[in-house]
């Protein structure tokens, strides 16, 4: 069986990224991570750009979700 992924944030910071993945990763969470990223261009370095989604498995969502919270405020 399939296993079902919430959406629970966005993130355009790799380190804050990081940083997410060390809690979740610490606390046995269940979660995966998309990455939209775009390389940069060698005569426009500033023309790229990082984004990454979060998704939580729906058993998981609910620790999560304040664990995730809790860093997002501590570190933006």
Do not use: W
């Not at 939209?36 to 609910?62: C, M, N, T, W």
């Amino acid at each position: 069986m399939k296993r079902k992924y919430i959406f629970h944030s966005t993130c355009y910071d790799k380190e804050l990224l990081r940083k997410q993945s060390i809690v979740l990763n610490d606390n046995g969470i269940d979660y995966r991570v998309v990455i939209k990223e775009s390389k940069a261009h060698a005569r426009a370095p500033l023309s790229g750009f990082f984004e990454s989604e979060i998704q939580v498995y729906e058993d998981d969502f609910e620790k999560a979700d304040q664990l995730l919270r809790e860093v997002i405020e501590k570190y933006t």
